[in-house]
Structure formats: structure tokens, C-alpha cells
């Protein structure tokens, strides 16, 4: 049974740092592009960030460049996302994915269940 599990969210302040991570499981994900997608209260869901490790390519929603950061353990089978300097408005619920390298959130195969990310003022 193939899984994604977020983890890493929680409640911050503006400014504040925080990094999610996503575990997977039920096969081998090294050959995967790997992405972080969110989805706020009322709106849709939006890209965040995707990395593919062959050939090594990363891509970024323009919201988040030069905040945030993704990264992998393909020993670990683990995916991060950095994220710095947070902002207000990047409070949601943050999604795992596997799939093509793609900001296209039709293109993953895979979806973990989220994990809450709060950014206070």
C-alpha cells in the first residue's frame, strides 16, 4: 500500500521558520517527481514546490521563491519543504505528492492527507 505522511505543521508567528517533511512508503519513490501543493480555507489548491531528482530540476510557485526550499532523502524515501520567513498568507493545509514533474496538481499520483500550517500576524 503506497502512503505519503506529512509532518513538520503546526502554529507560528510571521516571520518564524518551519520545516514539513513526507515519509513515504509501499514502493520506491526515487524515480518520482516529488511535490508540496496547499490549500487554504475557500480556495483552491494551489502549487507550492516540486523536485525532480533525475535529471535535478526544482520548481517554485513565485509566492514562495526565495523562502522556500525543497529538498530529498531518497535513502529516507523523504521529502522536505523549508520554509522561511513565513507569512499570514501561507496559512493552509499543505499536501505531499508524487508524480510528474509538474505544477499541474492533476499530474501527481499520490497525495498524503495534509498537515496544518498557521501563520499568526
Known amino acids: 500500500q503506497v502512503q505519503l505522511v506529512e509532518s513538520g505543521g503546526g502554529l507560528v508567528r510571521a516571520g518564524d521558520s518551519l520545516r514539513l517533511s513526507c515519509v513515504a512508503s509501499?514502493?520506491?519513490?526515487?524515480?518520482?517527481?516529488m511535490g508540496w501543493f496547499r490549500q487554504a480555507p475557500g480556495k483552491e489548491r494551489e502549487f507550492v514546490a516540486v523536485l525532480r531528482w533525475t535529471p535535478r530540476s526544482t520548481g517554485y510557485a513565485e509566492s514562495v521563491k526565495g523562502r522556500f526550499t525543497i529538498s530529498r532523502d531518497n535513502a529516507k524515501n523523504t521529502v522536505y519543504l523549508q520554509m522561511n520567513t513565513l507569512k499570514p498568507e501561507d496559512t493552509a493545509v499543505y499536501y505531499c505528492a508524487a508524480g510528474s514533474y509538474s505544477t499541474n496538481a492533476a499530474r501527481y499520483d499520490y497525495w498524503g492527507r495534509g498537515t496544518q500550517v498557521t501563520v499568526s500576524s
Open positions: 509501499g514502493r520506491t519513490f526515487s524515480s518520482d517527481a
